[in-house]
């Protein structure tokens, strides 16, 4: 660029004349410089130092409370303009809804500001205090050009490594060559971390490639967690030493498996971090026992020394067994006349251990086997056997004695001694006389009592608690209401679904069992006088019954037992239905450990009598209890198998049970303080509704199958084996969910389609994972016939979990095999 000085003037005197000037003339050069490249850092170009940090924030990770923070920066350069100025801001991150939880920048920072371009050292360095416990980023930009980036800092002062509401299991069955799998699925967490995802990817900001912060403890990246656990680790050691020597580390992964050989006792340690350090651990005690008591032989000694028991007259059977790993738990003794296949006698003993005395003489002379937790058992097991049970001409026919020998690991050997006829035993010919000369008495008292036209009236015994006027009808006599008569009540024991336990309404087997008669199963009919009626049963009624609880008078004493009487003014198809029930039991019906036992019934009340299950439903029971503890977990178990022996012995006998569901299974009490789940509510039942009748309170819609919902007008429901498969798998999640409604969100009406469409429950938050996957969900598969079969289930179940008594998990040898399709 080129200028020149001067000028001229115009003199108006000389007629407007121009002179002019010249000046000086120079020239200047200007360079213009335009700047279109952003700052760089030497991290781009790999040439920083170690003292060049994209920015500094101090520790990425951070446990102290209100600390003083910084934030400095290095290694930036701009070739063409040079670096003047950067500004900050300091924003806290939030999880976006919207955007699968990845975090994102409040909408305002905390803190911002600006500082010169190059700043090296933290106390030169813009400092300032986070407002508390989160998830944090710094974003920097140059005056001369828009750079975000994006560093990462945690900050937690409170949060610790807690558990969750579920616990440590063992979900594998074992033998010495196969491993314990231990998992603990959200048993471990960091409640915080957790909650406010402080883990999860941090979403892209504007910041170029590779300028987003992707180096140091925490990046934009999420950190692999399990409910804020960064990682597991697990050892086993014996159940004497302390932590195990080793630990092996596990990532993510909630399983851990152990080579532990049969026998042995261990404990095994489970320890979960979290990201800022924090840890927590858990013990589980696991005892290993895959074989089952050993059953050496017996003897049979007839008219044995009674002394020391409460029989008059005994014989005596020793089992010769023992189990070296976990010890003998508790042996089932039943006595069955064979002529007549009749229960004379059924008991549970505990198995007998020595005293403390002669524990050490015990193992000296061989007689007791110690176990190495469970204390020492004697190897003879002696059962003495009543002959008051022969009597009633059972004398004269072959008996069988069945033992069911258990261990601690639940475990089970059978075995049947034959007896054959029993001869020449002391007291039965004393016996029998005493019983002639009673029944010659009561006929005699009966003959004068119905001369004199005079009413029964019940007993009164001075147990029971109070005093009510209530009448009671035995055969054709009506006892007189009377305020002398006593009554028992056990209010307290029942609940409003109690009733369902003891039969329900809506079958159409009524036309079968109500046109046969009992004559055949006469020993079944128990007489008006042998029973005495107490309160109903609150809220605990059929449709046509009553429930009563009552007492039976027998000869081994008095027995509290559950009545079922027909309402008062029952019409003709009432009758028959209760006639129809009374028929069916008569001629079918089950004994077994896991079934309603029904002990007769008084034919001209009718009163239909059954065993008292003390617990009340296994429904109501579930929700009675406070909360979900290790032991209810393993009782969940245990009911499982309970519910799904006692369905096989139905399916074994060609009964199908219609209404299986946690309302139809009652709780008792054993005798060695455990508790017996009892499958109940089957048998003859009104016929039930047809296809496009109104559906109702009465009809169990949500634990029907596809194939029952899915009917053409007209039709009526068809059941079968693989129709209780289904409400089998419905009855488990009801139990593992602590006897939660199925289908919650689910009206019934809708239920069809939805199982149409392929929906299922998920996994309840108690059950295992294996015993979802292999018992629960093969009981819902669409085609009936894939199905698996009640004892395939009961195999499977017995295979993955047995209890012991102790609280403490024992296993079984696993076989590992799916289920096969029944066709």
């Not at 005690?285 to 020394?305: I, L, M, Q």
């Not at 050997?413 to 010659?440: A, F, H, Q, Y």
């Not at 015994?461 to 007189?480: E, H, I, V, Y």
Request: with cysteine.
């Amino acid at each position: 660029m080129n200028a020149t000085s001067g000028g001229y003037k115009i003199s108006y005197y000389y007629s407007n004349r121009r002179e002019n000037y010249n000046g000086v003339t120079g020239s200047r050069t200007v360079t213009l410089t335009f700047d279109l490249q952003r700052p760089t850092h030497c991290i781009e170009t790999s040439t920083c130092t170690p003292e060049d940090k994209l920015i500094d924030v101090g520790p990425e990770i951070d446990k102290q409370d209100k600390a003083t923070r910084y934030i400095a920066w290095s290694g930036w350069t701009d070739a063409d303009s040079g670096l003047e100025t950067f500004a900050y801001k300091v924003y806290e991150l939030t999880p976006a809804k919207d955007d699968g939880d990845r975090l994102v920048e409040k909408p305002s920072p905390f803190f911002s500001g600006t500082q010169p371009a190059r700043i090296t050292s933290s106390t030169a360095a813009p400092t300032y205090t986070l407002p508390g416990p989160g998830m944090y980023s710094v974003v920097l930009e140059s005056a001369v050009s828009t750079n975000p980036k994006r560093p990462m800092s945690v900050l937690d002062l409170t949060s610790v490594t807690e558990e969750g509401e579920t616990y440590v299991w063992v979900t594998s069955a074992i033998d010495k060559d196969h491993p314990v799998t231990v998992t603990w699925p959200g048993h471990f967490e960091n409640t915080f971390h957790n909650n406010n995802k402080l883990l999860n990817e941090v979403k892209p900001g504007k910041a170029d490639k590779g300028l987003d912060d992707n180096h140091g403890d925490r990046t934009v990246n999420a950190i692999p967690n399990v409910h804020g656990i960064v990682k597991f680790q697990a050892g086993f050691t014996s159940i004497k030493s302390g932590e195990p020597s080793k630990m092996k580390n596990l990532g993510q992964e909630e399983k851990y498996k152990a080579i532990v050989g049969n026998g042995k006792h261990i404990r095994v340690l489970v320890r979960a971090t979290d990201v800022m350090g924090n840890s927590a651990g858990d013990w589980l005690t696991v005892r290993v026992d895959s074989s089952a008591p050993t059953f050496v032989g017996h003897t049979f000694e007839k008219n044995v020394d009674c002394s020391g028991t409460k029989l008059s007259f005994c014989s005596k059977i020793t089992l010769k067994i023992h189990d070296t790993e976990s010890g003998i738990k508790a042996i089932d003794y039943v006595v069955t006349d064979i002529g007549k296949d009749k229960d004379l006698w059924t008991e549970t003993k505990k198995g007998e251990q020595p005293t403390n005395n002669i524990v050490k003489s015990c193992q000296d002379d061989g007689s007791c086997v110690c176990t190495p937790f469970n204390g020492c058992y004697l190897r003879d097991q002696v059962f003495y056997f009543d002959h008051c049970w022969l009597v009633n001409g059972t004398v004269e026919r072959p008996i069988r004695v069945k033992v069911n020998i258990y261990n601690h690991a639940g475990l089970k050997t059978s075995k049947e001694i034959k007896l054959g006829v029993l001869e020449g035993l002391k007291g039965i010919d004393r016996l029998i006389l005493l019983l002639l000369i009673l029944i010659i008495f009561l006929l005699l008292f009966c003959m004068m009592r119905r001369r004199q036209n005079k009413p029964y009236i019940p007993s009164s015994f001075a147990d029971f608690n109070r005093t009510l006027a209530q009448s009671s009808m035995f055969g054709g006599n009506r006892a007189k209401p009377s305020n002398g008569v006593s009554f028992k009540s056990n209010a307290n024991l029942y609940d409003d679904d109690y009733a369902d336990g003891y039969g329900g309404d809506y079958d159409d087997d009524i036309s079968l069992y109500g046109n046969m008669d009992t004559d055949d199963v006469a020993d079944w009919k128990i007489p008006a006088g042998n029973v005495v009626l107490g309160d109903k049963l609150p809220n605990a009624k059929g449709r046509f019954a009553d429930i009563h609880s009552a007492t039976l008078k027998s000869k081994g004493g008095r027995q509290n037992i559950v009545a079922k009487t027909l309402k008062t003014g029952g019409n003709a198809e009432s009758r028959k239905l209760m006639t129809a029930k009374m028929n069916f039991w008569a001629q079918t019906c089950p004994k077994h450990e896991n079934i309603l036992l029904c002990l007769g019934a008084v034919i001209n009340g009718p009163i239909l009598l059954f065993e008292l299950c003390d617990l009340g439903t296994l429904g109501s029971w579930l929700i009675s209890q406070p909360k979900v503890t290790e032991d209810l977990e393993d009782k969940m178990i245990t009911f499982s198998l309970h519910v799904a022996r006692g369905l096989q012995e139905l399916h074994t006998r060609k009964l199908v049970h219609r209404r299986l569901g946690v309302r139809n299974v009652l709780l008792k009490s054993d005798n060695v303080g455990g508790i017996v789940a009892k499958v109940a509510g089957f048998g003859p039942m009104r016929g039930e509704v047809q296809a496009g009748d109104k559906i109702d309170e009465t009809i169990p819609v949500k634990w029907m199958s596809p194939e029952q919902l899915n009917l053409n007008a007209g039709q009526r429901r068809k059941y079968n084996n693989k129709t209780d498969v289904w409400s089998f798998g419905v009855t488990l999640w009801e139990i593992f969910s602590k006897g939660g409604a199925p289908y919650p969100d689910i009206r019934s009406r809708e239920l069809k389609k939805q199982l149409a469409n392929g929906y299922r429950m998920s996994r309840p938050t108690h059950c295992p994972d294996n015993m979802f996957d292999q018992v629960i969900e093969p009981c819902w598969r669409e085609s009936a016939p894939s199905r698996p079969t009640v004892a395939a289930i009961v195999t499977k179940i017995e295979t993955l979990f047995v209890s012991g008594a102790s609280g403490d998990v024992y296993y079984a040898d696993e076989n590992n095999k799916a289920f096969e399709p029944d066709v």
